[in-house]
């Protein structure tokens, strides 16, 4: 079992300080967020980055930038821009020796625009993010993401959108996004537990993506904690992913509830 600390929690501050922090608060297992003001002071280059978190006795994983971009965009100058992100991402991931790289399929902001055209862009693009996958090594973790109809996908087309896909990708379930849409989190858990390399675990009310710790929201953490239980990926890792702001303890508490809550047997 492997409990994650997302970076997410400490963004917009200095990176190497922010793993400092993230062991502090109890785990070696760090998903590094790629976005805001940590990130950007170095301005796509990340060879001064490299050795500093190679240095610390951390398994990383990767989630690419998240504001302001999308690989589904309307406009082709923009979805060519976000590609090129990923693939500095997947290079980035590749050179830390990073378990998986977070790929968010992109989002549909307005009814004017074709959600079934967004699909078959995600669809192309995911292929040709695996085939550079494979080369790297590197895993690609397929997040369901968009709410309040931003999401290209309904529960069943995000279940099933990696059927004739290379195994390279498998599917990291966010529970808050599934929860905001309503979407039935046991079932999506036990649909692909197979091909599950992680879940973004955070709470909300039903209303919007807070990312809140566990127990804070209305997610019903008993039967999505049963679910856990019987996935079958052993490198599946569970990724705390809570709000920046939040009390760096509450980490600490949701390792501890997660750890005690998947030993019962």
Known sequence: ????????????????????????????????MMDAAGWDR?????????PILKSYDVHYSVHPAAWDINLTAEMKILRDAAYQHHLEALDFCEKLGASHM??????????????????KRAHEIICRLAEKAKDSGVKLAFENVGYNGTSIYSEEQYLSALNDVDP???????????????????????TVSNRLFGLH???????????????KGTIDWNSVIEAMKHIQTSDCEFVLEYAPMTP???LAK????????????
């Open 168 to 190: 390279m990708v498998g599917y990291l379930i966010d529970t808050g996004h599934a929860h905001v849409n309503h979407w039935d989190i046991p079932k999506m858990i036990h």
């Open 201 to 215: 675990i955070h709470d909300n009310c039903g209303n919007c993506d807070a990312h809140l710790p566990i127990g």
């Open 254 to 265: 949701g390792k501890s509830i997660l750890t005690e809550a998947l030993n019962k047997s």
């Open 1 to 32: 079992m492997k409990i994650s600390y997302s970076e997410l929690i400490v963004l917009n501050q200095d990176v190497p300080g922010n793993i400092q922090k993230l062991i502090e608060a109890g785990s070696n297992h760090i998903e590094l």
């Open 42 to 50: 170095y301005a796509g280059n990340y060879n001064e980055l490299l």
């Open 248 to 250: 760096m303890e509450e």
């Open 102 to 119: 977070v790929v968010h399929p992109g989002f549909s902001y307005s009814p004017c625009f074709n959600k079934e055209t967004a699909r």
